[in-house]
């Protein structure tokens, strides 16, 4: 198939099949149609941690390690643009304007797992929860049937809306897996690969006290 008619031609040559210094394998498991690797397209394109999605519909996903790979602060400020913003509290002699004009910030917990889909495209996602998750994971990571974390998949949703909500897990055995859910189980292979994407602390976004100072002077006449 020819380019559409608008597209210009930018000198690019096209790869050759006799080309060896590529994994033609591995080139075409990037190149490829469906919707999970327009996901793993996007993801790799962003200076942020992609967040995991939570509805009433379940998605399976496992987790990648058996412990939260951040752990911080976060405001959260009801205002056009940006509204979550991590708490430089501990961070800066002078403190941080949010918690000085009155927001409380909450506790937030980040976890590396692998959102599977029934395409066979698996992404990495980050998980992130509030102290009352934190809580019900860590006592699913500690029960000696369903612990560790990485040793089952997990299907996730949410159930209400609002301070109401409730996020559901339900541990799914790999033997489960397809039966159940119509998705394949990751092989060793897969998970080794997806786990070289896997995020750190350094995807928190750090804002100046500048920013958080402005954000509180916009919200409560602070400065």
């Known amino acids: 198939m020819g380019r559409f008619d608008e597209d210009e031609d930018t000198g690019a040559v096209a790869v050759r099949d006799d080309d060896t210094d590529l994994d033609r394998a591995q080139a075409r498991r990037v190149i490829k149609r469906g919707w999970g690797n327009v996901d793993s397209t996007k993801q790799a394109d ?3 941690a992609q967040r995991l999605k939570i509805d009433d519909k379940p998605v399976i996903v496992k987790f990648i390690e058996d412990e939260p790979y951040t752990s911080y602060r976060q405001h959260w400020v009801e205002r ?3 509204k979550s913003f991590t708490c430089i509290a501990d961070m800066s002699p002078k403190g941080c304007p949010l918690c ?3 927001h409380r910030p909450s506790a937030r917990f980040a ?3 692998i959102l599977l889909n029934e395409d066979g495209d698996s992404v990495v996602r980050s998980y992130e ?3 009352r998750v934190i809580d019900s994971l860590k006592n699913f990571h500690q029960d000696p049937r369903q612990g560790p974390l990485p040793k089952h998949y997990w299907a996730i949703s949410r159930s209400g809306k609002g301070p109401t909500s409730q ?3 339900q541990m799914v055995r790999e033997r489960d897996l397809e039966e159940e859910w119509g998705i394949a189980p990751l092989s ?3 998970i080794a690969s997806l786990k070289e994407q896997a995020y750190d602390a350094s995807i928190v976004p750090i804002p100046s006290r500048a920013t958080l100072q402005g954000v509180a002077a916009e919200d409560m006449d602070y400065n």
């Open 46 to 48: 962003s200076p942020y």
């Open 188 to 190: 060793e292979d897969d």
């Open 167 to 169: 996020t559901n897990h």
């Open 100 to 102: 000085d004009a009155g």
């Open 129 to 131: 929860v509030g102290p």
């Open 80 to 82: 056009q643009g940006q």
């Open 111 to 113: 976890f590396n797992v």
